[in-house]
């Protein structure tokens, strides 16, 4: 398969990406998408091949220097085009939290907070609570340190969509983080 993803590229630094990841990443790609798929062979393979067309698609976005940070981002999308499968496949969506999160009378804008490395974990933890709908686009917002338009490409999403999440993320952690850190 790698030959195929490599006949799609026309820069060598691109295919040099493409094929460290497939390396290095393509098992997790595999595992990640078998745990939303029940491990179906068959449907893991679909959507690890639409996750890496998307990786190749936005290649170029991707900096291979923090291997963590796109360890991460190769087991973000690839959960995101199983979840994407089997919306197709089944003919089902997956609900989402779309309650209303009333407005917080704290006007703290937690984009603006200096915050030390015990604050930074604390909140990192946090946002690894939160349901799959919020933790991948705050991670790859405040974490991975993408812009909302390549959130967006990466996720298959409107940036609408992604923006309304930010959103609603920021304060259910801002509830949530309330007890740990009484600054927020």
Do not use: W
């Not at 923090?66 to 360890?71: E, L, P, Q, T």
């Amino acid at each position: 398969m790698i030959s195929y993803y490599l006949s799609i590229i026309e820069t060598e630094e691109a295919k040099d990406k493409v094929v460290f990841i497939y390396e290095n990443f393509y098992s997790l790609m595999s595992y990640t998408a078998g745990e939303v798929l029940n491990h179906n062979t068959h449907d893991v393979e679909d959507a690890v091949h639409n996750a890496m067309l998307k990786i190749i698609e936005i290649i170029d976005l991707i900096d291979l220097s923090d291997v963590k940070k796109v360890k991460n981002l190769c087991g973000i999308v690839a959960k995101n085009k199983a979840i994407d499968y089997c919306k197709r496949r089944d003919s089902q969506t997956i609900s989402t939290d779309d309650e209303a999160i009333l407005a917080s009378e704290v006007d703290v804008n937690p984009d603006d907070i200096v915050i030390s490395k015990e604050t930074y974990h604390i909140i990192i933890e946090a946002i690894r609570t939160l349901g799959d709908t919020y933790r991948d686009v705050c991670l790859l917002k405040y974490v991975h340190e993408y812009k909302v338009r390549e959130i967006a490409m990466l996720l298959d999403l409107s940036e609408n969509t992604v923006t309304t999440r930010i959103s609603r993320a920021k304060q259910i952690l801002k509830e949530a983080l309330r007890k740990e850190l009484p600054h927020v």
